[in-house]
């Protein structure tokens, strides 16, 4: 009897020393294994995320409220928004504005800057003529457009980072961030991922996408480039990229668009014409280090064209995909090494 206590005992100890072990290992390396998974709505559109860690749902969690909270400062349709404020302002005093505002804002004006107005946050006045995604989506008269026009400049903003005020020299003058407000939400996501302590995450917000952390695998982050010719509903992938870390946002002719007496007019507007952009290309993907960088890059682009695009993307040491409406593919920066086509119907140019 006792030698078979005695076996009990050795034995629950060694199941205790195996069940501690089993914990340790949890702990240590198990944490690297958990992944949480969620689909939202926000923003007119899709949030989904992937996050990774013992903190993975509180990350997400995090991250989808404080998508929530950027659309209150950004929409220019939410009355008491930081945009609306400033609209309704227009030609009157400086407002203040939440810093994060005042980050975008200025960043807004610098891809202005740099892309000679190719991109330009004060499309307001022409892009509400248009109504893209909304009741009343037509084409404008000329008439309509050449009046407008001259209230689309971004030299009417004027930003103090310093003080955190925000004003638009003109009446009539009207500030939209709508180009970039996915990327901004995926710089939401990421830094919600960073402050809850989640191990790595990756985020789609529409046709923006935000990385963050290392996979546990070690493997890249691989991201599909969409279809331009693939319908709303029935969106495939013609290629796909290969992150470490940092940010894509896509924009084309499949966005917000409507047709008009058999013309498809898309909401990718020329500032300087007052029209969707048409120069042959269809679809614009970026890479950059920020998500709202990309975003603004990538529209900037879809107005420049292929050629004109290089120097802005040096500038910003980003990377980019472009398609053009007879399926070439254009690559430039480093994504040369990390992008590759998936279909066959498009051709990769040299």
């Given at each position: 009897m006792k030698k078979y206590k005695k076996a009990v005992t050795v034995?629950?100890?060694?199941?205790?020393?195996l069940a501690a072990a089993v914990v340790?290992?949890?702990?240590r390396f198990g944490q690297r294994a958990g992944r949480y998974q969620r689909t939202d709505e926000a923003m007119g559109t899709d949030v989904q995320q992937t996050v990774y860690g013992t903190k993975a749902e509180s990350a997400a969690s995090a991250a989808v409220t404080d998508i929530g909270l950027l659309n209150d400062r950004i929409s220019w349709k939410t009355e008491s928004s930081d945009i609306a404020r400033l609209n309704a302002a227009a030609g009157t005093d400086w407002i203040s504005v939440d810093p994060k505002t005042v980050q975008l804002l200025n960043l807004s004006l610098e891809v202005a800057e740099k892309s000679g107005g190719a991109f330009d946050p004060a499309i307001l006045p022409l892009s509400?003529?248009?109504?893209?995604?909304?009741?009343?989506?037509?084409?404008?008269?000329k008439a309509e457009i050449a009046k407008y026009l001259p209230y689309v400049d971004y030299r009417y903003l004027r930003v103090d980072t310093a003080h955190s005020l925000a004003s638009l020299r003109n009446h009539f003058t009207g500030v939209s961030l709508d180009a970039l407000a996915a990327g901004a939400a995926c710089d939401e996501a990421v830094s919600a991922y960073r402050t809850a302590g989640a191990e790595c995450g990756i985020v789609s917000v529409g046709d923006?996408?935000?990385?963050?952390?290392?996979?546990?695998?070690g493997s890249d982050w691989s991201v599909a480039v969409r279809d331009p010719s693939s319908g709303e509903g029935t969106a495939s992938a013609m290629g796909e990229i290969r992150l470490t870390s940092g940010f894509l946002s896509t924009c084309g002719i499949h966005e917000q668009s409507f047709r008009q007496n058999g013309v498809l007019y898309h909401s990718l507007l020329n500032p300087k014409t007052g029209y969707p952009q048409n120069n042959g290309l269809v679809s614009v993907t970026v890479e950059a280090d920020g998500g709202a960088l990309s975003s603004a890059l990538a529209n900037a682009?879809?107005?420049l064209g292929m050629e004109k695009s290089r120097s802005l993307l040096t500038a910003y040491h980003a990377g980019a995909v472009l398609i053009d409406s007879r399926n070439r593919v254009f690559v430039a920066g480093d994504l040369k090494d990390r992008f590759r086509i998936t279909d066959s119907r498009y051709v990769l140019q040299p």
């Open positions: 034995l629950c100890a060694v199941l205790l020393i340790f290992l949890w702990v509400s003529l248009w109504d893209f995604g909304g009741n009343n989506q037509h084409v404008p008269s923006a996408v935000g990385t963050y952390g290392a996979k546990s695998d682009c879809f107005v």
